[in-house]
């Protein structure tokens, strides 16, 4: 690729002279310049080539020495290293607590990235959740977490670290490179003439500087994500804390009968608790029963009281014909 961009530049070159040769004599006044121009043009995209380059294999060999010496060619001090940390927290004082994480979060430097709070706090399997998302100074993360420690109740805790060294090396290299470029891009534009040079060197510094922009937000985002931890926690409100694992048997059954006869008794609670909140719907559903129930007896009544009618008259009119049979079949005197 450096020799395509040589080739190419040095035939830009010829071209401009031959031209610059074959003008009239006012045009021969500004040839030298342009020749000097096209000059600096492919000086310039060598030095660009050679330098990127460089990057590459500086990179390439970062990446060789680190494998070769199993990750320590730099000090850890040097490295960037993004740092994420995950939470999961019991708390009795749900309130206390949420607010002396964030006391704690804007005491050590850092701040709060998101933050949701949700449930309600009246029944056992609403209880109220939080799940906070803080960015702390890299050097007071472990702070953070012992006091996270004193305040709640631990029970998981999930930590991952990575290394970028390679890639803000990377783009920090490619971003000097092209500042670089930029200057002499700047100083040719400054001695450009002929109006497809200027042309040519705006749109090369417009792409640079676009390139520019795109490297500085990495690098910056880099640095936040290096400089601030991560780290995720979920509080959930609890009555009871997760005792610590035990070892022996009886002291497992005995905290397995604990948690049985706690559960009975919560469920008992809930029970009542939710007997009283949908006490309501019950009397109305109660009501609305009782109503339907005392339509459907009513009609039963009418209803049987009319077969009962039509009883009574079938029995008569039977009753009636057998009279006259027995009239019609008696003897006359």
């Given at each position: 690729?450096?020799?395509?961009?040589r080739i190419?530049?040095?035939?830009?070159?010829?071209?401009?002279?031959?031209?610059?040769?074959?003008?009239?004599?006012?045009?021969?006044?500004?040839a030298?310049?342009?020749?000097?121009?096209?000059?600096?043009m492919?000086?310039?995209?060598?030095?660009?080539?050679e330098?990127?380059?460089?990057?590459?294999d500086t990179?390439a060999?970062?990446d060789k020495?680190?494998?070769?010496?199993?990750?320590?060619?730099?000090?850890d001090s040097?490295?960037?290293?993004?740092?994420?940390v995950?939470?999961?927290?019991e708390?009795?004082?749900?309130?206390?607590?949420?607010?002396?994480i964030?006391?704690?979060?804007?005491?050590?430097?850092?701040?709060?990235?998101?933050?949701?709070?949700?449930?309600n706090?009246?029944?056992?399997?609403g209880?109220?959740?939080?799940h906070?998302?803080?960015?702390?100074?890299?050097?007071?993360?472990?702070?953070?977490?012992g006091?996270?420690?004193?305040?709640g109740n631990?029970?998981?805790?999930?930590?991952s670290?990575?290394?970028?060294?390679?890639?803000?090396?990377?783009?920090?290299?490619r971003?000097?490179?092209?500042?670089?470029?930029?200057?002499?891009?700047?100083?040719?534009?400054?001695?450009?003439?002929?109006?497809?040079?200027?042309?040519?060197l705006?749109?090369?510094?417009?792409?640079?500087?676009y390139?520019?922009?795109?490297y500085?937000s990495?690098?910056?985002?880099?640095d936040?994500?290096?400089?601030?931890?991560?780290?995720?926690?979920?509080?959930?409100e609890?009555?009871?804390?997760?005792?610590?694992?035990?070892?022996?048997?009886?002291?497992?059954?005995?905290?397995?009968?604990q948690?049985?006869?706690?559960?009975?008794?919560?469920g008992?609670q809930?029970?009542?608790?939710?007997?009283?909140?949908?006490?309501?719907y019950?009397?109305i559903w109660?009501?609305?029963?009782?109503a339907?129930v005392?339509?459907?007896?009513?009609?039963?009544?009418?209803?049987?009281?009319?077969?009962?009618?039509?009883?009574?008259?079938?029995?008569?009119?039977d009753?009636?014909?057998?009279?006259?049979?027995?009239?019609d079949?008696?003897p006359?005197?």
């Amino acid at each position: 690729m450096k020799n395509t961009v040589r080739i190419t530049a040095l035939v830009l070159a010829l071209t401009l002279a031959l031209f610059a040769t074959a003008c009239s004599a006012p045009k021969n006044a500004a040839a030298p310049a342009a020749s000097s121009t096209a000059a600096e043009m492919s000086q310039m995209f060598d030095a660009h080539a050679e330098e990127g380059e460089t990057s590459a294999d500086t990179a390439a060999g970062m990446d060789k020495g680190d494998s070769a010496t199993g990750g320590n060619m730099l000090p850890d001090s040097s490295r960037k290293l993004i740092r994420r940390v995950y939470l999961n927290v019991e708390a009795l004082d749900f309130d206390s607590l949420s607010a002396s994480i964030t006391q704690q979060i804007s005491a050590l430097g850092g701040y709060i990235e998101q933050s949701e709070i949700s449930g309600n706090s009246y029944r056992r399997e609403g209880r109220r959740y939080s799940h906070i998302v803080a960015r702390v100074p890299k050097a007071k993360v472990d702070e953070f977490i012992g006091t996270v420690g004193e305040l709640g109740n631990i029970t998981n805790k999930q930590e991952s670290v990575e290394d970028v060294t390679l890639q803000y090396v990377d783009v920090e290299s490619r971003k000097k490179s092209l500042k670089i470029e930029q200057e002499r891009l700047l100083a040719l534009l400054e001695k450009a003439e002929k109006l497809e040079d200027i042309i040519q060197l705006e749109q090369r510094l417009s792409q640079v500087r676009y390139e520019l922009e795109n490297y500085e937000s990495q690098l910056r985002t880099y640095d936040n994500q290096v400089d601030y931890s991560t780290v995720t926690l979920d509080v959930n409100e609890v009555e009871r804390v997760t005792p610590a694992e035990e070892k022996t048997v009886w002291s497992r059954m005995t905290t397995g009968f604990q948690e049985t006869v706690y559960d009975i008794g919560e469920g008992g609670q809930n029970f009542a608790v939710w007997l009283v909140v949908n006490l309501p719907y019950l009397i109305i559903w109660a009501v609305l029963i009782l109503a339907v129930v005392i339509v459907l007896r009513k009609v039963k009544r009418l209803a049987m009281g009319d077969t009962q009618k039509l009883h009574r008259k079938k029995w008569r009119k039977d009753l009636t014909e057998l009279d006259n049979s027995a009239d019609d079949n008696s003897p006359k005197q």
